[in-house]
């Protein structure tokens, strides 16, 4: 019988529920296509040499609900944080990364959440249309 592998620390974030797109940024569409809106995914690698515009991220896929592993903007996911992952499919994909500390995991968590909210910025300069249903321009829900 395996033995179930190591838990390891990774970045774990959600997918943003509204993200603009279209000429200068005036619609918007829910998720990304390939995850849903506020689905749960994990970093798996970034790409320091694109400023972290870019990731790798692990979750479950929007149309088929199994594990996918893309390659997506860093703008388009939120509230990044450290977490010990358990998930033998998740862990499964990790083979082969060097484990990271607690620490590690939140530094590099909030490096991604300064990077993402800039791009969010920066991305589509012009005003945001009326009524906005971005990200930053949603209220919070309580829980």
């Excluded at 479950?60 to 992952?85: M, Y």
């Excluded at 909030?110 to 791009?119: D, K, P, S, V, W």
């Amino acid at each position: 019988m395996d033995e179930p592998p190591e838990p390891l620390w990774l970045v774990a974030a959600n997918v943003v529920r509204w993200r603009r797109y279209g000429d200068l940024g005036q619609e918007f569409r829910p998720g990304t296509k390939a995850f849903r809106a506020g689905a749960k995914v994990y970093v798996l690698d970034t790409y320091p040499g694109t400023g972290n515009e870019q990731l790798t991220a692990v979750g479950h896929g929007r149309h088929t609900g199994r594990w996918i592993t893309i390659d997506t903007g860093t703008r388009h996911l939120h509230t990044f944080r450290p977490q010990l992952v358990y998930s033998p499919a998740v862990l499964r994909r990790c083979a082969g990364m060097l484990p990271q500390t607690r620490e590690e995991a939140a530094e590099l968590a909030e490096r991604l959440e300064r990077t993402a909210r800039l791009g969010r910025h920066a991305h589509h300069a012009a005003p945001h249309p009326e009524p906005c249903l971005c990200h930053e321009c949603l209220p919070l829900s309580p829980g």
